[in-house]
C-alpha cells in the first residue's frame, strides 16, 4: 500500500513542473455567421459583391497555461476578433458595420514533448461579449452577451532556453444572442429576425511563447 500511494504521489505530484506557458499570437479566423451575412446580403451589399458564406477576420489571443504535470496543463485564453463590412449606400453615402468579439476561455490541454519541442492538444468553454456599430446615415452601437467553445491544437518549437516559436489552429462555436442597444434589437426588415452574430470559425495563427 506503500508503494502505491508512493508511485501515485510521483505521478501526480512529483511530475509537477512549476513551469507557466505565457504566449502571444495573432491569427487569420474563418467564419461564417449565417444571419450577418443574410442581413447584409439582403439589406446593404450589391448583386455583384455579396458577402461568402466564409469571411476571414483577423485575431489576436493572449494565453497563460500552468503544467499541473508533464502531461497535463491549464489555461486562461483572451482572444479578440476584429472585423468589418462596408459599401456604397444611397445617394453618396456609406454603410459601415464593425465589431469587436471578446472571447475569453478556460481551457485544458493533454501535452505532448520532447528535446526541443511541446504539442498541446484540448479545448475549453468561455463567456463571449460582442460590440457592435453599424452606420447608415447616423451610428449606433450595440452589444451581445453569450458563450463559446474553443478545440485548439498547438505546436512550440525552441528558439532558446524558454523562448519558443509557435504555430496553431483551432474551432470555434460561439453564440452570441440578439445584438441590441438596450431594448432596441436591429432587425432584417426583409425577413423579421433578430440580428445575432453566432458563428463558427476555424482559425490559424502564428505568436510566441515564454517558458517560466
Same mark, same amino acid.
Given at each position: 500500500?506503500?508503494?502505491?500511494?508512493?508511485?501515485?504521489?510521483?505521478?501526480?505530484?512529483?511530475?509537477?513542473?512549476?513551469?507557466?506557458?505565457?504566449?502571444?499570437?495573432?491569427?487569420?479566423?474563418?467564419?461564417?455567421?449565417?444571419?450577418?451575412?443574410?442581413?447584409?446580403?439582403?439589406?446593404?451589399?450589391?448583386?455583384?459583391?455579396?458577402?461568402?458564406?466564409?469571411?476571414?477576420? =483577423?485575431?489576436?489571443?493572449?494565453?497563460?497555461?500552468?503544467?499541473?504535470?508533464?502531461?497535463?496543463?491549464?489555461?486562461?485564453?483572451?482572444?479578440?476578433?476584429?472585423?468589418?463590412?462596408?459599401?456604397?449606400?444611397?445617394?453618396?453615402?456609406?454603410?459601415?458595420?464593425?465589431?469587436?468579439?471578446?472571447?475569453?476561455?478556460?481551457?485544458?490541454?493533454?501535452?505532448?514533448?520532447?528535446?526541443?519541442?511541446?504539442?498541446?492538444?484540448?479545448?475549453?468553454?468561455?463567456?463571449?461579449?460582442?460590440?457592435?456599430?453599424?452606420?447608415?446615415?447616423?451610428?449606433?452601437?450595440?452589444?451581445?452577451?453569450?458563450?463559446?467553445?474553443?478545440?485548439?491544437?498547438?505546436?512550440?518549437?525552441?528558439?532558446?532556453?524558454?523562448?519558443?516559436?509557435?504555430?496553431?489552429?483551432?474551432?470555434?462555436?460561439?453564440?452570441?444572442?440578439?445584438?441590441?442597444?438596450?431594448?432596441?434589437?436591429?432587425?432584417?426588415?426583409?425577413?423579421?429576425?433578430?440580428?445575432?452574430?453566432?458563428? =463558427?470559425?476555424?482559425?490559424?495563427?502564428?505568436?510566441?511563447?515564454?517558458?517560466?
Amino acid at each position: 500500500m506503500k508503494n502505491y500511494f508512493a508511485a501515485l504521489y510521483f505521478v501526480l505530484i512529483g511530475t509537477v513542473s512549476a513551469q507557466l506557458d505565457i504566449s502571444a499570437s495573432m491569427g487569420l479566423d474563418f467564419k461564417s455567421s449565417s444571419t450577418l451575412r443574410d442581413y447584409l446580403n439582403i439589406n446593404f451589399a450589391p448583386p455583384t459583391d455579396k458577402v461568402s458564406s466564409f469571411k476571414s477576420a =483577423v485575431s489576436f489571443t493572449a494565453e497563460a497555461d500552468y503544467k499541473l504535470s508533464q502531461l497535463f496543463a491549464v489555461g486562461l485564453e483572451y482572444n479578440m476578433l476584429l472585423d468589418s463590412y462596408n459599401t456604397p449606400f444611397g445617394i453618396g453615402g456609406i454603410y459601415e458595420l464593425s465589431y469587436s468579439f471578446h472571447r475569453p476561455s478556460l481551457l485544458a490541454y493533454y501535452i505532448f514533448h520532447g528535446e526541443g519541442y511541446q504539442f498541446k492538444l484540448g479545448g475549453g468553454f468561455g463567456i463571449r461579449y460582442l460590440s457592435l456599430s453599424e452606420r447608415i446615415f447616423t451610428k449606433e452601437n450595440y452589444n451581445a452577451t453569450g458563450m463559446g467553445i474553443t478545440l485548439k491544437a498547438e505546436g512550440n518549437t525552441m528558439f532558446s532556453h524558454n523562448f519558443y516559436a509557435l504555430i496553431g489552429a483551432n474551432f470555434r462555436y460561439d453564440i452570441t444572442g440578439d445584438v441590441s442597444n438596450g431594448s432596441t434589437a436591429i432587425i432584417n426588415r426583409a425577413t423579421g429576425e433578430k440580428l445575432n452574430l453566432n458563428s =463558427v470559425s476555424f482559425g490559424i495563427y502564428l505568436g510566441v511563447t515564454f517558458f517560466l
